[in-house]
């Protein structure tokens, strides 16, 4: 799909990504980077820092990481001062650290609910707010990655779909309050997609191919794929896409969660 793409429709841009250690995130920073993009990522992680950081740079392109927790401001703000300081101010910026867990709300601690509501939530609006000057400076744009729970319920998911319906109400914010200052805001909300920690969490309550039945395409996303788009999204082809959510899940969202639903309780209710 990227062979679709100028190889320098990135080139001489700087994009930082939180959560940049692996999965999705780490998808997205290496389409941007096979676009021609610097990259500044930054995870709680270092050893997968490091190894997708070499990753990175065999692309040709310039890579630096930071260790940091986006629940700590104080780490972010570093985190950020560190991309700035080897690459320059930033592009592009992703808000893409998050956690997750399958459990019935009743079932949900108040350590575990506000752990998800921290690393996605809170997380996402401290590298947005410590990105604010580099991209004010730059026209740049933020990219939050979000979640189809955030559009409708999903049963063990309430945490989830709290933080990320908050992210995505926090984007369309800073679409409407730092547009005027020529700063993009949007949403992408991956399905299904092979090869994540997502997917082995849900392999242990269904087998792979009832998920799949669950998308009219018939099969996963690549992570290729969700990176593709994200990086489209952060590029002057998206100049005037600001306030959306863009969903990428192969059209799973169009008959609802009530499949995922019922997946997941029979697998959590005992037969008899």
Known sequence: MRDLLSKDLLRGRNVFVSGGGSGVNLAIAQACAELGANVALCGRT?????LATAALEALGVEAVYAVADVR???????????????LGPMDAVVCGAAGNFLAPAERISS??????????????FHVAKASFEQLRTT?????????????????????????????????????LE????????????PGPVS???GMRRLAETADADVWAGMVPLGRFARLEEIGTIAAILMSPLAAFVNGAQ?????????????????AVLSAATPSD
């Open 195 to 197: 090869g994540t920690e």
């Open 111 to 124: 350590n575990g609910f506000r752990a998800v509501m921290d690393i996605d939530l809170l997380g996402s």
């Open 139 to 175: 026209a740049g744009n933020l990219l939050f990655v979000s979640g189809g729970q955030s559009q409708m319920p999903f049963v063990h998911q309430a945490h989830v779909s709290a933080a990320k319906a908050g992210v995505d109400q926090l984007m369309r914010t800073l679409a």
């Open 46 to 50: 270092e050893a997968k820092l490091k």
């Open 246 to 262: 863009i969903v990428v899940d192969g059209g799973m969202s169009l008959s609802g969660s009530s499949a995922f639903n019922q």
């Open 178 to 189: 730092w547009g005027p200052l020529g700063i993009r805001s949007n949403s992408i909300i």
């Open 72 to 86: 700590d401001a104080v780490a972010v703000d570093s985190a950020l001062e560190v991309a700035a300081r080897h």
